[in-house]
């Protein structure tokens, strides 16, 4: 995932639990920008303000960018023993 997008996708995941109104057309466009047209139909996702329908999409966004940046976090915890093992078998 892009830089970008995952910016996009943080500033957005505060209207899961703001009361505020979500900004509609910014989720579906990230929603498009994430999701890419449907390989199917080649048709992508059109605008909305149904609060379901956004707030299914935030949330999937949400939920694919934290499963990004744990097994991100589980790479370098993992790498980080690794190096700390060959270090001790060194010495």
Do not use: H
Request: contains cysteine.
């Amino acid at each position: 995932m892009k830089q970008e997008l995952k910016k996009k996708i943080k500033e957005l995941e505060i209207y899961l639990t703001s009361p505020k109104p979500a900004p509609s057309n910014k989720i579906v466009d990230t929603y498009n920008e994430f999701k890419g047209p449907d390989p199917k139909t080649g048709r992508t996702q059109p605008y909305t303000s149904c609060g379901s329908c956004l707030r299914r999409m935030l949330k999937e966004m949400v939920n694919a960018l934290k499963k990004e940046n744990a097994e991100r976090t589980k790479k370098a915890r993992e790498a980080k023993e690794a190096k700390e093992k060959k270090k001790e078998e060194a010495v």
